[in-house]
Nanobody
Framework: QVQLLESGGGLVHPGGSLRLPCAAS????????MGWYRQAPGKQRELVAT???????SYADSVKGRFTISRDNAKNTMYLQMSSLKPEDTADYYC???????????????WGQGTQVTVAS
């Protein structure tokens, strides 16, 4: 009923940039906080950045000043602009949304399937 679809991943050289969109679709009443997470091979999934419905953002220290999270509430879409990429940014990137499907419904967490980002020469 609800889908989160990430795209925009790929192979990029160190110092390069990528933009990851995440589009939410389906039976959605409202979306609260959205976020990007990543999981590198052999490591736990970690928080990259979050953005509230009002546009308040927060970032992991490792990406501050390099990544920018944004969202278009009218399109139920979130973006992650990644710049000055480093090999250690290599990971599968997942979007998350806390949303309700109708007025008064509980807030439920949804995840996308992930998009792979590889930073290598």
């Amino acid at each position: 009923q609800v889908q989160l679809l990430e795209s925009g991943g790929g192979l990029v050289h160190p110092g390069g940039s990528l933009r990851l969109p995440c589009a939410a679709s389906g039976s959605i009443f409202s979306i609260n906080t959205m976020g990007w997470y990543r999981q590198a091979p052999g490591k736990q999934r970690e928080l990259v950045a979050t953005i509230t419905s009002g546009g308040r953002t927060s970032y992991a220290d490792s990406v501050k000043g390099r990544f920018t999270i944004s969202r278009d509430n009218a399109k139920n879409t979130m973006y992650l602009q990644m710049s000055s990429l480093k090999p250690e940014d290599t990971a599968d990137y997942y979007c998350n949304a806390l949303l309700t499907q109708y007025r008064g419904a509980p807030i439920i967490s949804y995840w996308g399937q992930g998009t792979q980002v590889t930073v290598a020469s």
